[in-house]
């Protein structure tokens, strides 16, 4: 039985980073800062304190110069603007976003290097991603290990085999970082991280779908927390019920959109307090 087995018997991990629990009974809300420099992401962090939202997703992608020193200062930005957990992610083109590959493992190195992150986002489909996630298990970030088709909505065989995958890969590389770092790791580590997945739907069915196969792969194989979303007009209720199928959190705007379908921050707490949708039970 290996070290993450040991007591637990196969219990599900749950990852904490600055007071928020993801992968508990609630899902938590995440708000992008989209801002092109530190002046504009000073001015979107101090909009995301106090307006509900439990952590902001940083995306570094947005930057207009990517150069390591502007990292370090914007990251110094944003930890003096919002005492909130802080996502950060450099999607790639090819996962919808606007970096490039080849940039990606230094700007998360020079993110590390800057503490600009509390949670790294890590692309599943990259050639470095074991690297990079393991440097950021090591400067004691978990993970939210990521895969994105804004093209289709794959079958139901394989949504769930992207996540026990997604999940398989995530686990060893923690046990890799648990092995390495000593004997008192695991109390001093937040957690692995999180699987996510992100697809584009057809159709309503088809975010039925995610939804169901989100819902499964919890209650039969998750041991990190969840995020599934299906984008766009018909997967807007998976983003609003999304504790309701399995997911740890959720994507809600303040103004622009950073994915098709998100629902605004304030739209989405008004139908919480309403319906009581973030809840899981």
């Known amino acids: 039985m290996n070290r993450l087995q040991m007591g637990a018997e196969m219990s599900r991990m749950k990852v904490r980073v600055r007071g928020v629990e993801l992968g508990g009974d609630r899902a938590a809300i995440i708000a992008p800062l989209m801002g092109k420099n530190a002046s504009e992401l000073a001015q979107e962090a101090r909009a995301a304190l106090g307006s509900g939202a439990d952590l902001v997703e940083w995306r570094v992608d947005h930057l207009s110069d990517i150069s390591n020193p502007v990292i370090a200062g914007c990251a110094q930005v944003l930890r003096r603007e919002v005492d909130l957990p802080i996502l950060a992610t450099f999607r790639t083109e090819e996962q919808g976003g606007r970096g490039a590959v080849a940039d990606y493992e230094r700007v998360a190195l020079a993110v590390l290097e800057a503490d600009a992150a509390d949670l790294l986002d890590v692309e599943f489909g990259l050639e470095q991603r074991r690297r990079v996630a393991l440097s950021a298990l090591e400067a004691g970030v978990p993970v939210v290990l990521s895969s994105h088709d804004f093209e289709a909505t794959p079958g139901a065989d394989e949504i769930v085999a992207s996540l026990r995958q997604m999940q398989a890969e995530l686990l060893d590389w923690f046990e890799q970082f648990l092995d390495g770092a000593g004997e008192d790791a695991a109390v001093r580590t937040s957690g692995a991280g999180l699987v996510k997945v992100a697809y584009m739907p057809g159709s309503v069915m088809d975010s039925l779908r995610l939804a169901a196969c989100a ?47 998100q629902i605004g921050l304030d739209a989405l707490l008004a139908f919480d307090e309403a319906t009581g949708c973030l809840n899981a039970n």
């Open 215 to 261: 819902r499964h792969f919890v209650d039969m194989f998750a041991r990190v927390p969840v995020i599934a979303v299906s984008m766009g007009g018909p997967g807007m209720f998976t983003r609003a019920f999304a504790a309701q199928f399995g997911s740890a959190a959720t994507f809600s705007s303040l103004g622009e959109d950073s994915a098709p379908g």
